[in-house]
């Protein structure tokens, strides 16, 4: 049977991680692996982006703080800490039933050892729910356009639906 790869993309507010994050929770009894993006806000501005780990400590991706020779935009990312914590997850453990990226973007793309990660999860037997950046060249665009992926577009429209949607059809598909 064809492995069930979802890719979510969209643009920027729709809710890719509010999505991902309720899907983990609603399919937490197939033992989801990875992490999630969260935004790390003061006083209601965003300063970077921490990673949370589905089962481990997380880490600070980006921040305005950090100084670097890796840039985005204003954030600093840190990328020898990135490769750390993408060691440390067991995303081919024999418990874990889904694994899940958020996301597959610009800052990410900076690390070799992501890009590996990422086709090594897709070509596992293990389905993946990812989120991945609506533009950008490289490892973005290479995974769009894999046979053996669903890009699925997530819109202020479809939020609401496709949670259920794509909560089912996992469920179909591990069961």
Do not use: W
């Not at 590996?116 to 356009?145: C, E, N, Q, W």
């Amino acid at each position: 049977m064809k492995n069930l790869n979802i890719l979510i993309t969209g643009s920027p507010g729709t809710g890719k991680t509010t999505l991902v994050r309720s899907l983990c929770h609603s399919l937490k009894d197939f033992n989801p692996a990875g992490f999630y993006t969260q935004e790390i806000r003061e006083k209601g501005k965003r300063l970077g982006f921490e990673l949370v780990s589905l089962d481990g400590p997380g880490m600070i991706l980006a921040h305005t703080d950090l100084p670097g020779d890796f840039q985005v935009g204003r954030y600093g990312v840190d990328v020898s800490g990135f490769d750390r914590f993408l060691k440390r997850l067991r995303l081919d453990n024999t418990q874990t039933g889904l694994i899940v990226i958020d996301e597959i973007g610009k800052m990410e793309c900076f690390s070799d050892n992501f890009a590996a990660l990422v086709y090594t999860a897709l070509d596992s037997p293990i389905p993946v729910l990812a989120t991945v950046a609506a533009k950008g060249g490289g490892l973005i665009t290479a995974v769009k356009k894999r046979p053996d992926v669903e890009v699925v577009e997530l819109t202020l429209h479809n939020r609401n639906e496709l949670a259920p949607e794509l909560e089912r059809r996992i469920r179909n598909f591990l069961s």
